[in-house]
Structure formats: C-alpha cells, structure tokens
C-alpha cells in the first residue's frame, strides 16, 4: 500500500483511500485498432513518450469519441520480468452493468457497454522505456477486452477469464 | 487458477461463454447498513452468517426496497505471485477496486450500486481482518450511493444523543473518543461516521470496526502495551482492537446528533493539561467537516443526499472547539462534564 500510495499528494493520503483525488492533467489521443480513445494520464513521461512514438496521433481529433481515464502508479517490481502483465493471465469481471479486466500485475480497467468510456489504473515500471512499453501493452489489450464487450453481451454474475 | 500466457482475443470470448455457466450463489441474506436495506448472495454460509452479524438486518417493508446488490464468492486464492493480504484500493468516476492480491478482488459499479468479486477462505478465515477489510470498506465506499454521508468523526453516544469529535488525521480524535467511552460514554464511531438525512432529522451510524490508535497512545492505555502495531488500511502505523475485549466498552450502533467538537492538538499554545473550550461558528464546524469529505462524482450521490446538504444541516448543530493538552483522561474530563450539561440542556 505505501509503495502504491506515491502517486498521491500526502495530504490526502489520510482519507483519499481511493485516490480517487489523484489528478489526471496529461491528454493524449490514442488509436488502438478501430478504437480512437482520449486518454486522460498522471504520468508526463507516458503521455510524452506515447506521443513521440505515435506522432500521427498528434493529429487525430483533439476529442475523440471515447474516454478512457488512467491512473499510473510506478512500482519498483514492475522492472521485472515476473511481473509483466501477459505472463500471469487476466481476470475479467461482470459487476452489474459493468465490466472490468484485472491483469495479473495488479493494473485493470473498467467500464459499462455499450459505451467503450472506461477508467483504468496501471502498474508500470519506473525505467521509463519499459514503462511506455508496458502502457502501450496494457493499452491493446484493454481495446481488445472493450471491443469483445462489445460484441458480446456478458451474462449477469461473476465471470473469469483463467490463463 | 492456473497460471499461463494472456488469452487472446477468440479465446476470452470462448471463455467468457463458458465461465457465464457458473452455478449460481446457494446463499442469500438482507443485510442493513445505517438504516439502508441491501442484499448479499454468496456461495459461503460463513460469508453470509458474518456479512449478517456485522449488518444486522432491519425489518423490510418489500422485496423491492433493496438499495445495493452484493454478490461475493469465496473461492481458492490467485496464484502466489502477488500473495499479501493487504489491500490497494482505487476509484475513479462511479468505478472502484479492493485488490486483495492472492486473496480476491471486490468491484463496485456506484451508478448501478452493484458489488461482485470473490475473496480467498484464508481471508474469509481471518474474521476480524475480513471485517475490516471487506464488510467495511464495502460499507465506506457504497455510502453516498445509497444516500449515507460518511463523516471522518469520531462519535460518542450518552441518552441516545451523539456528539461527534472531529479533527484531522492524527489530532486525536480516536484517543479522546477512547477517553470519553471509558468515562461511560457509548462509542460509536472512532474515525468515520456515517450520517442520514430523513424527514425526522439526522441520523449517525457507526459499524462495529476495531478501534484504531496511533502506537504512542500506550503511553496513555497500558493495557494496550500487550498489542503489536501494524499496517492500516489507509496505511498509517496503528494499534487496532476490539474496543469489547479489552476495555469492555458499551458501542452503540446509531443516535441522533445533537452536538459537534472540532478537536485542536496542534495549536502554539495548548493547555498543559485538561481542555480548554470554545464557541465554534456555523463556518468554522462546516469548513471542518467539509475537509475531508471526498469529492463524489455526479453520477454516483443519490439525489437529495449530498454530502454538502448533511454537513450544512450538522453546521447548524452546537459546536464548540477544543484545545486539548496533557493526557487523555484530563482532557475527557473537562470535556464530558462540558458535554453532560450542554446536551441535557
């Protein structure tokens, strides 16, 4: 919990037990497949580094269709191999409405079909290379979670998706 | 749950097919949490035989009047690559996660008021952790969903009138509630109240949580001395017990609201010992109370119960503010003779 908790100012740390005050200033516009996504970060070296590497994307449409917003938190483990996402499997979730994908590092995202406007938290590593690597992972897979939502109506109840 | 390389996009719809074939939860119970109605289903007699002692149930009028839907398995824990108990938790917008690591996932749609995941038998075993960890943070974080403010106060209790003692993080809030209960107040609340509005007036609610103390109050409770800090939830280095056990404390489980104590330990010029004791304005107990309330998003606050409605309303209530010095018990002193005589006015 203190490791994961850096990302929060300490003033909240007392009672934002949900970070949900974390703010989230970077905005970027990601295409994944057949989705354009705005997404909204807290990491400036994501949101750059995205940027650089995607530079079409710097003319996509300033405001795209769906929104997806995604707190990052830097974990010194996450530099390891073991803790890449794709080597444990996923998790997905029906809760309602809703559904989520957990991966297995502990990063998920959310959201309620039909709409792909989804929020998200990722675990990245703090080497900044592996961090934009791992966001850009985290990232198709989550579009691939949201277009099967999409296409398939979950049933109500828990549901899981065992690697 | 085996381990094995993330599914491809054909094979979590295949997947996703056979896994909606689960059998359904064999168990169902009405749960009851500060005066909402909700309704669990779980596959575990022993989840739901707690879930309903930790939320004892009031009488329903109709099967329609549930206000928030739990379904909670308890399964085999995750693989032992993330193998702590100690949950990380985060919302955004209407969504939230309790991450239990090995040991479950709880997700909650706030719009929907709907809550679903599973936890570990070995956390459902640690009944005390299962309580604080799951039972109450499902409690804290569906509150303004189903219209209950949570109210970073403590609360005590005295002829079914409570007065809450509020005060920042570590200013002494759960110290002086211990005080004032151990001079024959009933506790309700150490850290979070939880209030309602309704026709007849406000309502505080508490749960019954362990009580938390920063590690320096053994100084002040000996018999704390046989406790051994640990991690909170929120991440502060705590002593945390059952209030029963080992003081014998009466808690009370709701009152109505009839004053406020903003509590002031950090001040230049405290007293050496004992309390002092000052009128607190309409704003100054509002601008205290609103400063820890958590922003909700739109979506999620049911409408005509706002945070800001409740805290305006408990403004209105008496208030003074205290200056506390010197030991616990000095302070308790004054104030609850102060308290005795303003609440039987």
Redesign the interface.
Known sequence: MTELSRSTSPVFAATDMLHRRTPLPHSFVARCGVLSVAIRANDPVVAQGFLEENAEDRLAPAISGNEWQIEITLDDSANSAAFEHRTWGAEVFAFGPSRAIRFANGSWFAHTPPSADGVGFFRLSVDANSRLRQFEDLLRDVASFVLDERSTAGPPGVLEVVA | ?????????EA??S???S??K?E?PAYAAVLGFAGRVCRIETNSPRLAELACEFFPCPAIRSLDAFEA?I?L?VRRP??A??AAL????????A???A?Y?AHG?V???L????????ISHELLDDTELFQRSVLAVIAG?LAPAVGVVGI?AGCVVRDGKAVLLAA???AGKSTTTLALALRGWSLLSDDWTYVTSTGSGLRAWGMKTSLKLLPDAMRFFPQLSTLTAG?S????LALEFDPWRMFHLDRAVDATPAAIVLIDRNSWNPPASGCHIGHAGREETSCTLLA?I??QPAEVVREGHSALEAIDQLAGLPAVHALLGGEPASAAAVLDEFLRERIHD
């Open positions: 749950m085996s381990s094995g390389i993330f599914l491809p996009r979590m719809k997947r996703l097919a896994a909606s689960c359904r839907g379904a398995e995750r693989p690559y993330a100690f949950p990380v938790f985060r919302g955004r917008g969504f939230v996660h991450d690591g996932s997700w909650f749609d719009k929907a008021r709907k809550v679903s995941g599973f974080v970073h920042p993080s570590g991690l939830l929120n991440g502060e820890d958590e922003e």
